[in-house]
C-alpha cells in the first residue's frame, strides 16, 4: 500500500512560480514510477508530467513542457513538480500518482496510487 500526499499548492499570479511535492509512503518507493495528473473544473484528468524509478527518462505534456520539471529524491520519499511561468490555464486540482510500472507512465490508467489533490490557482 501507498499513501501519497501533495503540498504546495495555492493562488499565484500569472507568470508566478509554485513547487509542488508528494510525499510517498512506501518501503519500495524508488521503484515506482511517479506521476503527475491534473483536472479543472468542467474537464476530464489529464497528463502533465512523469518520472521513472531512478529519475533517469521523464516526460511532460505540450502544454507545460519548457516551463515545469519534474524530480524525485528517492531518499526523502518526495516527488517534486516545479512550475514556473504559471498561466491562468494551469489552474486545476493537481494530483500526484504512483505506479507499479517504473518507467514513468503517461497513462492515468497504469497509476495504482493516488494523493488527495492540491488546489493550484493562477490569477490573470
Known amino acids: 500500500q501507498v499513501q501519497l500526499v501533495e503540498s504546495g499548492g495555492g493562488l499565484v499570479q500569472a507568470g508566478g512560480s509554485l513547487r509542488l511535492s508528494c510525499a510517498a509512503s512506501a518501503r519500495s518507493f524508488s521503484s515506482y514510477g511517479m506521476g503527475w495528473f491534473r483536472q479543472a473544473p468542467g474537464k476530464e484528468r489529464e497528463f502533465v508530467s512523469s518520472?521513472?524509478?531512478?529519475?533517469?527518462?521523464?516526460y511532460y505534456a505540450h502544454s507545460v513542457k519548457g516551463r515545469f520539471t519534474i524530480s524525485r529524491d528517492n531518499a526523502k520519499n518526495t516527488v517534486y513538480l516545479q512550475m514556473n511561468s504559471l498561466k491562468p490555464e494551469d489552474t486545476a486540482v493537481y494530483y500526484c500518482a504512483a505506479a507499479s510500472a517504473p518507467y514513468g507512465s503517461t497513462a492515468g490508467d497504469d497509476y495504482n496510487y493516488w494523493g488527495p489533490g492540491t488546489q493550484v490557482t493562477v490569477s490573470s
Open positions: 518520472i521513472s524509478w531512478s529519475g533517469g527518462l521523464t
